[in-house]
């Protein structure tokens, strides 16, 4: 009994099923046939429909790239900017797009509002022209005495506390020379002090991984070298004087002049390039006899080298003004005697000035040094220039950084007050565009204004 039940139950579900299957069968080929009839205005239909959508989606993506334009803006008021490109600005503003100075006015209107910076002054970003920072162990190679292919750029870390320190002093742009342990120590380099390394790499940081030869016309090279004693270490060798830095130079430099020695690999390439004008001598010479040897060996090879030291430049103002050198000034401290024991005259910059020779202002502690120079005797102005706008010229990177204006990098500072008096305090310091020391003293939208 139960199984005839079980039996009938199942043939009226399959009944069911096959009904139903029927019925929908019967559906779709109706459907099918409706389809058929109107597949051209289909068709037709997609088509406008897919431009629609597609015109809607490109308006809505260059309305979301607008406004992400808009929120990467910055606009700084100062009531005081210091352009170095001109007359400052009091009060001034400067609106900030990409990385870049977009406009400096004394009123900037812009819709809408983008994020908005007060202080009281801002000057662009310091350009230190001689520094070390960054570099791992001793900064050179110490085997040889002679390392013109040395690579600078490849001895930097960028996790150096060195950048930190150098930020908070108010420095975005850095010429990294090598140890001056070496007679010909290698290339120096031209980089940010600050940058997103995760996303853009290393490189990202460099403006210039080879900028010039740096050699050293002073008595560095022969500090640990020994010439009467047993060959048990790599210092027994010359030079062991300054006769023989001159020697070893002008020895370098004959080689490379040799068609022969210009083949023979990496090593003379510098030095070629020295010699054919296309690459920049950095010589460190800080007594007058060595800025005078200096500038004997350049006439006699037909170079111009940037003079860096200088401390006794104030001696040989008439040679450095007869040869058109440039000068790499960081002896500006606070003591009497300098490097080498070298003499130092305060009021130097002041003969550099009037001699109307090009100089800037290096070293570490930037921002202290400028400041020291106005004591020394420049003017505000005259001070800031040296280490920002001239030192950017000297390294040959004026249309980028050094100033504030439209195109240029947007290196700013901002300080509490006169950047120039030491009662003023670094509020932030901005590498292309992005902030990247302390939190902003005042955020404002257009909301609040």
Known sequence: MNRNLISYA???????????????????????????????????????????????SFAAQTNAGENDAESDAVLIRANHVHTMDGESLSPGMILVRDGKIAEVAAEISVDPMPKLIDVDSVMPGLVNAQSTAGLVGSGGEASREVTPEFDTAGMIDFDSRDFLEALDG?????????????????????????????????????????????????????????????????YVRQPTNRMGVVWILRNQLQQAQSPVKKASGNATLPLAKVLSGKTTVFGVSRTAFDIQSL???????????????????????????????????????????????????????????????????????????????????????????????????????????????????????????????????????????????????????????
């Open 10 to 56: 199942w043939h009226r579900s399959a009944a069911g099923i096959l009904t139903a299957v029927a019925t929908l069968a019967r559906a779709w080929t109706r459907r099918l046939a409706t389809i058929a009839i109107s597949h051209r205005r289909m068709r037709l239909a997609n088509a406008v429909l897919a431009t629609v959508f597609l015109t809607i």
């Open 170 to 234: 108010g420095e975005t742009t850095i010429h990294v020379m090598p140890s001056t342990e070496n007679v010909i120590a290698g290339w120096t380099c031209l980089l940010k002090t600050a940058g997103d390394l995760k996303q853009s790499g290393a490189s990202s940081r460099f403006i210039e991984t080879k900028q010039g030869v740096a050699i050293s016309m002073c008595s560095d090279p022969t500090g640990r070298n020994r010439s009467r004693s047993r060959p048990d270490s790599i």
């Open 295 to 449: 500038l004997t060996i350049a006439d006699e090879f037909s170079f111009k080298p940037i003079l860096v030291g200088g401390h006794e430049a104030y001696d040989v103002i008439d040679e450095l003004a007869a040869e058109e050198t440039s000068v790499i000034y960081t002896a500006v401290e606070a003591g009497a005697i300098g490097s080498e024991r070298s003499e130092l005259f305060w009021a130097t910059p002041l003969r550099l000035r009037d001699a109307k020779i090009p100089f800037c202002i290096a070293g570490d502690g930037l921002l202290t040094r400028m400041r020291l120079a106005v004591r020394y005797g420049l003017s505000a102005d005259e001070a800031m220039a040296a280490v920002t706008r001239d030192a950017a010229t000297i390294l040959g990177l004026e249309e980028r950084v050094g100033m504030i204006s439209p195109g240029r990098d947007a290196d700013l500072i901002g300080f509490s007050g006169t950047p120039t008096q030491p009662t003023s305090s670094v509020q932030w310091v901005m590498v292309n565009g992005q902030q990247v020391k302390h939190a902003l003293k005042t955020t404002k939208t257009a909301n609040d204004s």
